[in-house]
């Protein structure tokens, strides 16, 4: 489970609870197993759905922080971030009964506690920080900077180093998080210490942003992706994936500057200021050092789409996501702009959750009716085929893929293709 990319899954359950009643337990249990694994390191980023003995992993994997219940121990600020603002979306889902009793239990507070804390030893990484990943820079401790307010992140949210110690779009969307996190604690949790220091983080964050995070760039004013107190900062540069600086408006921080954003997405936007938007025989769309050249994100097209005000751009981003499935109807990571057969991460949910985010407020449509359509038309299929006798034929493999004793089975036992090119057949 990655904190972030569960978030955004369960994200897309809450405003269909109301109709379907029973998806409120397993989103409870998915925000109790985000607080439960955070409460085990709060540094990592994505866990294991079993406890694994640290001993019978790897000398690789024992290098990288790999073992117990951590999967993945990339310190990224976004992870919590997402964690916070996912607490405030259960608490505002619409027609949900008492959504306080999940948020009043202990594990859901000291998560947040846990990693208020720990953003606030981050913002002075070089002091007292214990963190270190062999993947960073100076001895693992990664790229520092001067105190500015602003919370240090080793990793990007592509998991790519980060280049500077300051992520902008990460901190803002931490920001955001912090002022809900706090509404939180005025209506449910009601504890003084967590207050003051969560608010004395938040003011420090808005200071640093507003103080270091705006640049000069060929005469006008941007937003920097990353900076470090010491006048250096990444500009014409945005991460394909989210919080980015393209995603601003979607990221609930309530202080940024309209002008300065159009600005800075007009740069982003463009293949002749940033090197990394992709434009190709295909479809245009921004890409990551994470991948190969001329792979563009399906999620940087996403934060284009559902950040513009322009309906024909809206159009035709959908249009280019629709061309991005890579001939099997699901989302991917990437997908190379001159050849729409050359895709990464064949099993993305974050992408495909993100899919339906997007046809459902920019169309109006509902996927769920469509679903049930589509899942009812397939069951008569095989109803009518052979007179129902190709039934079993079905169910057979079904049952012997489910779970069974609280043993944790992939769903994807296949993992080859994610990270690198996937094989289409023509």
Same mark, same amino acid.
């Given at each position: 489970?990655?904190?972030? +990319? &569960?978030?955004?899954?369960?994200?897309? @359950? !809450?405003?269909?609870?109301?109709?379907? #009643?029973? /998806?409120? $337990? =397993?989103?409870?249990?998915?925000?109790?197993?985000?607080?439960?694994?955070?409460?085990?390191?709060?540094?990592?980023?994505?866990?294991?759905?079993?406890?694994?003995?640290?001993?019978?992993?790897?000398?690789?994997?024992?290098?990288?922080?790999?073992?117990?219940?951590?999967?993945?121990?990339?310190?990224?600020? +976004? &992870?919590?971030?997402?964690?916070?603002? @996912? !607490?405030?979306?259960?608490?505002?889902? #619409?027609? /949900?009964? $008492? =959504?306080?009793?999940?948020?009043?239990?202990?594990?859901?507070?000291?998560?947040?506690?846990?990693?208020?804390?720990?953003?606030?030893?981050?913002?002075?990484?070089?002091?007292?920080?214990?963190?270190?990943?062999?993947?960073?820079?100076?001895?693992?401790?990664?790229?520092?900077?001067?105190?500015?307010?602003?919370?240090?992140?080793?990793?990007?949210?592509?998991?790519?180093?980060?280049?500077?110690?300051? #992520?902008?779009?990460?901190?803002?969307?931490?920001?955001?998080?912090?002022?809900?996190?706090?509404?939180?604690?005025?209506?449910?949790?009601?504890?003084?210490?967590?207050?003051?220091?969560?608010?004395?983080?938040?003011?420090?964050?808005?200071?640093?942003?507003?103080?270091?995070?705006?640049?000069?760039?060929?005469?006008?004013?941007?937003?920097?992706?990353?900076?470090?107190?010491?006048?250096?900062?990444?500009?014409?540069?945005?991460?394909?994936?989210?919080?980015?600086?393209?995603?601003?408006?979607?990221?609930?921080?309530?202080?940024?500057?309209?002008?300065?954003?159009?600005?800075?997405?007009?740069?982003?936007?463009?293949?002749?200021?940033?090197?990394?938007?992709?434009?190709?025989?295909?479809?245009?769309?921004?890409?990551?050092?994470?991948?190969?050249?001329?792979?563009?994100?399906?999620?940087?097209?996403?934060?284009?789409?559902?950040?513009?005000?322009?309906?024909?751009?809206?159009?035709?981003?959908?249009?280019?996501?629709?061309?991005?499935?890579?001939?099997?109807?699901?989302?991917?990571?990437?997908?190379?702009?001159?050849?729409?057969?050359?895709?990464?991460?064949?099993?993305?949910?974050?992408?495909?959750?993100?899919?339906?985010?997007?046809?459902?407020?920019?169309?109006?449509?509902?996927?769920?009716?469509?679903?049930?359509?589509?899942?009812?038309?397939?069951?008569?299929?095989?109803?009518?085929?052979?007179?129902?006798?190709?039934?079993?034929?079905?169910?057979?493999?079904?049952?012997?893929?489910?779970?069974?004793?609280?043993?944790?089975?992939?769903?994807?036992?296949?993992?080859?293709?994610?990270?690198?090119?996937?094989?289409?057949?023509?």
């Amino acid at each position: 489970m990655w904190i972030r +990319d &569960s978030a955004v899954q369960i994200n897309v @359950l !809450l405003p269909r609870i109301r109709k379907r #009643p029973a /998806l409120r $337990r =397993p989103v409870e249990g998915a925000i109790r197993a985000q607080a439960f694994y955070i409460l085990q390191d709060p540094y990592a980023n994505g866990y294991e759905p079993e406890w694994i003995a640290p001993d019978s992993r790897h000398n690789g994997d024992r290098v990288a922080g790999r073992g117990g219940w951590v999967g993945v121990r990339n310190f990224e600020l +976004d &992870s919590g971030a997402y964690y916070f603002n @996912l !607490l405030w979306n259960w608490y505002l889902t #619409p027609g /949900l009964y $008492r =959504p306080d009793r999940l948020l009043e239990e202990p594990l859901i507070f000291d998560a947040a506690n846990l990693l208020v804390d720990i953003w606030i030893r981050e913002q002075r990484r070089n002091e007292s920080s214990p963190y270190r990943f062999h993947e960073l820079s100076n001895g693992g401790l990664g790229p520092t900077g001067e105190f500015t307010g602003l919370v240090w992140s080793g990793f990007r949210p592509s998991d790519d180093p980060s280049q500077l110690a300051y #992520p902008i779009p990460a901190n803002m969307y931490a920001a955001a998080g912090l002022e809900r996190a706090l509404e939180l604690n005025r209506q449910i949790w009601q504890v003084p210490e967590f207050e003051a220091k969560a608010s004395r983080l938040l003011a420090d964050i808005k200071s640093g942003i507003e103080k270091y995070g705006v640049v000069t760039k060929d005469g006008a004013k941007i937003y920097a992706y990353e900076v470090d107190g010491r006048g250096n900062s990444v500009t014409d540069f945005d991460d394909a994936n989210m919080p980015s600086l393209v995603s601003i408006p979607l990221l609930g921080y309530r202080q940024y500057d309209p002008q300065l954003y159009a600005a800075t997405r007009k740069r982003l936007l463009s293949s002749r200021t940033n090197s990394y938007y992709f434009q190709g025989k295909e479809f245009k769309g921004m890409g990551s050092p994470h991948t190969s050249h001329g792979m563009a994100w399906a999620l940087g097209i996403f934060s284009e789409v559902l950040t513009s005000t322009s309906p024909e751009d809206q159009a035709a981003g959908l249009r280019t996501l629709l061309k991005m499935q890579c001939g099997d109807g699901l989302m991917h990571e990437s997908v190379h702009v001159d050849n729409l057969k050359a895709c990464t991460r064949k099993w993305f949910e974050w992408a495909n959750a993100l899919l339906v985010i997007s046809v459902e407020q920019l169309l109006g449509y509902d996927c769920d009716d469509a679903a049930e359509a589509i899942h009812r038309a397939s069951i008569k299929a095989r109803e009518d085929k052979d007179g129902g006798a190709s039934n079993l034929l079905y169910y057979t493999p079904v049952e012997s893929i489910l779970q069974h004793d609280g043993k944790y089975i992939s769903k994807v036992a296949d993992w080859n293709g994610i990270g690198h090119l996937i094989p289409v057949d023509t």
